[in-house]
């Protein structure tokens, strides 16, 4: 890897950082980018290039990247059992660089609303 390419990498990793800080706040991208003295433009482009919408190879040429598929899954219920020991993963499921671990006593509707998320991947 090149050393423009490590530097890219990097911001990339500090770009991701601030999108999550922006996005976990629960503010607007507008009041956020003011706020860091960012411009919406150059926030987005990075948002882009973070969620792989557009992927450009060396030619010069732009791909679009499969668009992700979100899957609604049921909140956890509200039940507490406190008589549980604490939970231990009974299953860990990869798909490239996705990675679900499925708990000893998972509501079984969380199971079954990942097991339809993962179909359509």
Known sequence: MTASELKHQAALARWKE????????????????????VSKTTYYRWE????GKVQKPKDGTALSAPVPTFAE????????RPFLAPAEIAARIRIENVEVDLYAG????????????LKSC
Do not use: H
């Open 18 to 37: 601030k999108i999550a800080d922006c996005r976990g706040r629960g503010m607007s991208v507008e009041k956020w980018c003011a706020e860091q003295r």
């Open 48 to 51: 882009r290039e973070l969620f």
């Open 73 to 80: 899954l049921p909140a956890p219920g509200q039940v507490c």
């Open 106 to 117: 998972a509501d079984p509707g969380m199971v079954q609303a990942l097991c339809k998320a």
